[in-house]
């Protein structure tokens, strides 16, 4: 315990370096974006001294360090900037799409680590028989298949063609659990399938190596019950999956941007693309380095489940 929790700390005393290198990395790239602040927020019927004056207030002027310093300050008061006009403070819009994409990511992950480990041990217990040929195929169509070309297909023929989902829109489940559930289906089904697919393939080919050991015919053996042996091979047959998690929760999120906007959810990846399309630099900014950030939080938490789960490496 007293390894784990000093690899632990070590992981966590690096998360402020990450931090400042995801901060200087986000703002050094939008600032050579060839959108105008002054001209966005004054709009082409302002004068050059009207910009200029807007440069002058806003420090756009000021050299590069100076800004960066000025934006950290920001930061550490938890200051993201406002939007264009009409002026909201861009922590107040984050605050409210956060959380749908948050809720896509996590029931993302969950149908994703689901379906991969039914399809992984079945595949790996059913090893060359018909069923793991069923999901090896569906593990190599589900890898194939991009998460927009299925979400789009699956607004066809579920909710156009068969109107059992909605097409769009998002439900608070607050107000409605079933409603939400409904409405988030299908994109979250659209995140999952791929990152699934993978997973399996990596767990199945996790069992097979694991079946092959010598414990575990030395369990059947002795006449363990089936189940058990299996439980115990899929525990540590999940070491290898759990290394990839982290990077397949940042395939989420990413992923999740793009559902958003096909399924019109009022997530994250509606705020980048209306920072985008009005040239908002601050929500831009602010959207980017929050989904940057808790891609790293993430990752660090699946660094510290790599470690409880994983003994051999805490001898390292």
Do not use: C
């Amino acid at each position: 315990m007293v390894v784990f929790l000093r690899l632990a700390l070590r992981r966590i005393a690096i998360m402020p370096v990450m931090i400042l290198g995801i901060t200087l990395l986000v703002f050094v790239v939008l600032q050579f974006s060839p959108a105008d602040p002054a001209f966005n927020a004054l709009g082409d019927g302002a004068t050059p001294e009207a910009r200029a004056a807007f440069a002058e207030e806003h420090g756009l002027n000021d050299p590069l360090p100076l800004r960066y310093m000025d934006f950290l300050g920001q930061l550490l008061q938890g200051d993201l900037g406002v939007t264009m006009p009409p002026s909201q403070p861009v922590a107040d819009r984050i605050a409210i799409a956060l959380p749908v994409t948050m809720q896509l990511t996590a029931l993302g992950l969950v149908l994703a680590i689901v379906l991969a480990v039914a399809m992984g041990v079945t595949g790996a217990v059913q090893r060359d028989r018909w069923p793991d040929q069923v999901t090896r195929v569906l593990s190599m169509a589900g890898i194939a298949i991009p998460s927009f070309w299925l979400g789009v297909v699956l607004i066809q023929q579920f909710a156009l063609n068969t109107p059992v989902f909605p097409t769009g829109g998002y439900v608070n489940p607050a107000e409605s659990f079933s409603g939400w559930l409904q409405a988030m289906a299908l994109p979250a089904i659209s995140l999952a399938i791929p990152v699934a697919a993978s997973l399996a393939r990596l767990i199945r080919t996790s069992m097979v190596a694991e079946l092959d050991r010598d414990y575990v015919r030395t369990a059947t053996g002795n006449g363990l019950p089936r189940a058990l042996v299996i439980r115990g091979v899929l525990r540590n047959a999940l070491v290898t999956p759990l290394t990839v998690l982290g990077i397949k929760v940042g395939y989420l999120l990413s992923g999740a941007v793009v559902i958003e906007t096909i399924f019109d959810l009022p997530g994250m990846g509606k705020l980048i693309l209306e920072g985008v399309t009005g040239g908002d630099t601050a929500l831009v900014q602010g959207t980017v380095l929050t989904i940057a950030l808790a891609f790293l939080v993430v990752n660090v938490i699946v660094d510290l489940l790599y470690l409880l789960v994983n003994p051999r490496i805490r001898t390292v």
